[in-house]
C-alpha cells in the first residue's frame, strides 16, 4: 500500500470511527431522554433531545463526507459497536451519571476530531477538517455547559 493511499485508508478510518460515535451517542441520549428521572427532568429530558438531533446531524454529514471522498460509512450495529470508541448507556444510571457519561464521551470524540483535523489537514483535505473543526466546537460549548451543570 502506498503512503498516501494509507494515509486516505487512516482518514477513512477516523471518519468511520465518528461515525459509529455519533450512532452510539445518538441512542444513548435517546436512552437518556426516555429514562431520566429526578428533580432536573425536565431540564434535560429537553437537553437530551436537543443532543440527540445533533448527534443524528453529524452521523449523516460525516457519513455523506465519506461517499463523496469513495469511502464507505459503518451502516450496520455490529460494525458501528465495533468502531466506536464510546460505550452504549448502562441500566439504572442516575441523572448526574448521564451528565457525568456525556462529559467522558465528550471529550473522548474531540481528541479524535483533533488527530482527524490533523490527518485531514496533512492530505489537504480542508472540507474535512473544517467539517470536524465545526463539530469539535459545537462538542466543547456542550461540554462546557454539562460540566457546569455538574458542578451546581
Same mark, same amino acid.
Given at each position: 500500500?502506498?503512503?498516501?493511499?494509507? +494515509?486516505?485508508?487512516?482518514?477513512?478510518?477516523? #471518519?468511520?470511527?465518528?461515525? =459509529? &460515535?455519533?450512532? /452510539?451517542?445518538?441512542?444513548?441520549?435517546?436512552?437518556?431522554?426516555?429514562?431520566?428521572?429526578?428533580?432536573?427532568?425536565?431540564?434535560?429530558?429537553?437537553?437530551?433531545?436537543?443532543?440527540?438531533?445533533?448527534?443524528?446531524?453529524?452521523?449523516?454529514?460525516?457519513?455523506?463526507?465519506?461517499?463523496?471522498?469513495?469511502?464507505?460509512?459503518?451502516?450496520?450495529?455490529?460494525?458501528?459497536? +465495533?468502531?466506536?470508541?464510546?460505550?452504549?448507556? #448502562?441500566?439504572?444510571?442516575? =441523572? &448526574?451519571?448521564? /451528565?457525568?457519561?456525556?462529559?467522558?464521551?465528550?471529550?473522548?470524540?474531540?481528541?479524535?476530531?483533533?488527530?482527524?483535523?490533523?490527518?485531514?489537514?496533512?492530505?489537504?483535505?480542508?472540507?474535512?477538517?473544517?467539517?470536524?473543526?465545526?463539530?469539535?466546537?459545537?462538542?466543547?460549548?456542550?461540554?462546557?455547559?454539562?460540566?457546569?451543570?455538574?458542578?451546581?
Amino acid at each position: 500500500m502506498t503512503k498516501t493511499k494509507d +494515509k486516505t485508508t487512516r482518514l477513512s478510518d477516523t #471518519m468511520n470511527k465518528q461515525v =459509529a &460515535n455519533f450512532s /452510539v451517542l445518538y441512542m444513548k441520549l435517546h436512552h437518556y431522554h426516555w429514562y431520566v428521572k429526578g428533580e432536573n427532568f425536565f431540564t434535560l429530558h429537553v437537553k437530551f433531545e436537543e443532543l440527540y438531533n445533533e448527534a443524528a446531524q453529524h452521523v449523516d454529514t460525516i457519513a455523506e463526507r465519506m461517499l463523496a471522498l469513495g469511502a464507505k460509512p459503518a451502516s450496520t450495529l455490529e460494525e458501528t459497536l +465495533k468502531r466506536a470508541s464510546i460505550k452504549e448507556a #448502562m441500566d439504572e444510571e442516575s =441523572a &448526574n451519571d448521564m /451528565v457525568q457519561t456525556l462529559v467522558d464521551d465528550v471529550t473522548t470524540i474531540c481528541s479524535e476530531l483533533s488527530e482527524g483535523i490533523t490527518m485531514a489537514e496533512d492530505q489537504e483535505d480542508e472540507p474535512t477538517a473544517d467539517l470536524f473543526t465545526e463539530i469539535r466546537a459545537s462538542l466543547e460549548k456542550h461540554g462546557w455547559m454539562l460540566r457546569a451543570y455538574l458542578a451546581s
